[in-house]
């Protein structure tokens, strides 16, 4: 008897061991049971071990997880729940964050407008833009000419302006201290230029001699090149005077359609706008290097 019972005990130590095969042992003759029943719909055959019957039983209820199941859900429900707390904390904050920096922006906007002191002039047709980032709207223009109160703030290549007590922004060196040359006005000095010349060239002569009405001879027509085809005009004028003119006209090359002008042997155009004037080479007088005009292509 006694050795029967050291039998026993030794069996109970290896208990753990056997428990530990058991469990996969069981999920799949309970997986069986359970592929069997939904293949054959049948009851499940009744030569399966009794063992084996428990578990199919308590898995027959799939919606229905067992204890260890739900221990095991447990976790994971509950780091999916602190996740979606913490990014619910991290948009909570950004929005927050952007509300703030909304104010702020707001704020600083109306601080500089009611600080703004300064009037300049606009030298050109520009843009007026809702903000100077790239999701600015533009909402309309400005004519040149006009005395517009600006805030001394500057971003992105555009400057900020007062306008009906509005923040608006415009592209940026265009504003000027000194009040440009309006391209209105007539011209009454009795100059004219012949019939046949593009309307570009009726515009550039209209805007010069109204003013600079001193000057009174333009060269139109003429044999060779763009003058033959009523495209040019040579305006007689030398010195500073001419790069007066010769500013004047780069500066409204919009609305005069022009294409391009040399004056005092440099050349700007269109093409090439960013350039500035770009010097030439000597091509040996004092005409032929435009000196003592300055000469205007047109489109």
């Not at 069986?32 to 578990?55: I, K, Y």
Request: aromatic share 6%; net charge negative.
């Amino acid at each position: 008897m006694a050795d029967h019972r050291h039998e026993r005990d030794t069996n109970a130590r290896r208990k753990p061991r056997a428990v530990v095969i058991a469990g996969p042992l069981a999920f799949l003759a309970t997986a069986s049971a359970v592929t069997l029943g939904v293949l054959t719909s049948e009851p499940a055959s009744s030569d399966l071990p009794s063992a084996a019957a428990a578990p199919a039983s308590a898995a027959g209820s799939p919606d229905t997880p067992s204890a260890s199941e739900s221990a095991d859900l447990a976790p994971d429900a509950d780091r999916r729940s602190r996740s979606v707390s913490r990014s619910a904390s991290r948009s909570e904050l950004s929005s927050l964050l952007s509300k703030s920096e909304t104010m702020q922006a707001e704020e600083s906007t109306r601080k500089a407008i009611k600080n703004a002191d300064t009037r300049l002039w606009t030298t050109t047709t520009l843009n007026l833009w809702t903000e100077p980032g790239d999701e600015a709207r533009e909402v309309g223009e400005i004519e040149p000419g006009e005395k517009v109160l600006v805030t001394g703030r500057e971003l992105y290549g555009r400057d900020e302006i007062v306008l009906d007590g509005r923040s608006r922004w415009v592209t940026a060196g265009y504003l000027s201290t000194e009040e440009p040359a309006t391209l209105g006005g007539a011209c009454t000095n009795g100059t004219s230029v012949p019939s046949g010349v593009s309307p570009n060239i009726v515009a550039v002569h209209a805007a010069v001699c109204a003013n600079f009405p001193e000057i009174t001879t333009y060269g139109t027509f003429r044999s060779d090149g763009e003058h033959s085809q009523g495209l040019a005009v040579d305006i007689m004028v030398s010195g500073d005077r001419g790069w007066e003119v010769a500013e004047f006209v780069r500066e409204n090359y919009e609305a005069l359609g022009v294409s391009y002008l040399i004056y005092s042997q440099n050349i700007w155009s269109v093409e090439r706008s960013g350039e500035g004037f770009r010097g030439m080479e000597d091509r040996g007088s004092t005409t032929a290097n435009h000196y003592d005009h300055v000469h205007v292509t047109t489109y």
